[in-house]
């Protein structure tokens, strides 16, 4: 599984980074507006960074609503950088859209995904990633993980080779059970990803080996 970081804070992509295990960063409006990004031009200027620090791929989204409007935005997008993957919402317009940068070879993920349907018609329009809620689904007593493994099952099914980016991670748990689900990606925040590498028999036969080899070694 894919690992991409759910965040526009550079400080916190070039921390993942560095671990050596990212694969990519997913950003959308409300991420972009908590580092306090304002105007068309600096929010490009914001994604050209994001690429210079992953080698991989960089979600960034349109913020048009209408079919004409997220082909101009998501065309602009595209043509920053190789890795830019155009962020497409789940409405009528946005299939379109999808199936119009398909055929352009612009790469897309569908996002705001909360059912196996809606899934089905970013596939056939041929979105690179689909974006299903977790967290977001779990809020209000329902069960993301379900929905990541029924849209995985389908693609496989089906033959479709559009990727799940399990998205609206919050937890360590959601990751590990995302793995289980068979999910392609999962973009986590940088705390959740961090998270997988707590576990206190660890801690405690690290403290043990160093304590053995103070006593022989000094
Ligand atoms: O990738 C989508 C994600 O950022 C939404 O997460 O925690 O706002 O539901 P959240």
Redesign the pocket.
Known sequence: MKFFI?TANLSQIREANELGVLDGV?T?P??MAKEGIQGVENCKKHYVEICNIVDGDVSAEVIATDFAGMIKEGEELAALHPNIVVKVPCIADGIKAIKYFTGKGIRTNC?LIFSPGQALLAAKAGATYV?P?V??LD?ISSDGIELVSKIVDMFTYYGYPTQVLA????STQHIIQCIEAGADVA?CPLAAIKGLLNHPLTDIGLAKFLEDYKKVNG
């Open positions: 759910d997913t959308n409300s991420l996002t974006s809620f967290g977001r809020d998205a609206s991670i919050r973009t």
